[in-house]
């Protein structure tokens, strides 16, 4: 008889979600459910249930998990590029990676499609916050903390274009296949120099 380890609630959904974005990275969204992420961790149907309530709870956690780590990544790298430490275009390929071999390009397409949008709303709020994080004290320089939002959004959606369609597209238009990350390095580094400017 093997005696599983009790875990605490903590580690538990914290173990749950390890195994969903496993899964989610590996087969895609639609086998993030409850009976194979509980399944993955030798844990039962109903001590998921118990965490996240529903296989859509488990996928809202499972965006917010993904948005929050993806945004702290995001932010370190962001610093260290206005420190000197690093460049636009590792910030460009954590953010487009995030979308692409991290899942969050497929977990945000697979909940749209299944009408559980309001799951978005953790990565929302999260880049929100990571904006946040970034611009305090922007708005006394020139273009304010807008410029900033404006980046992020740009980003955002083309890095998500990009793991949905970027391959494809770039290929049919003759393009390099990292002509995106490219273009969005190009803003960033625009923003940077601005940013360096105005300080």
Known sequence: MVVRKR?????????ALAA?????????????T??????????THA????????????????????????CETIIA??????????SAREVVDL???AFDREGAGALTSWMLLTGNEDALDPIISTI??????????????????????RDTLTLVLMALGDALIGGALAKSLGLPRDSARERATAML???????ETAN
């Open 7 to 15: 875990l605490t609630p903590e580690e538990s959904r914290s173990s």
């Open 20 to 32: 969903a974005r496993a899964l989610l990275i590996e087969t895609g969204p639609q086998s993030v």
């Open 34 to 43: 409850l009976k194979a992420v509980a399944t993955r961790i030798g844990r």
């Open 47 to 70: 001590n998921l249930l118990h965490h996240f309530g529903s296989a859509s709870g488990l996928q809202k956690a499972l965006a917010e998990h993904l948005a929050r780590s993806v």
């Open 77 to 86: 790298a962001v610093h260290a590029s206005r420190a000197g430490l690093g």
């Open 95 to 97: 953010a487009f990676d």
């Open 128 to 149: 929100h916050d990571l904006v946040d994080e970034l611009a305090p004290g922007e708005a006394e320089h020139s273009g304010g903390a807008q410029s900033i939002h």
């Open 189 to 195: 580094e625009a923003s940077l120099a601005d940013y």
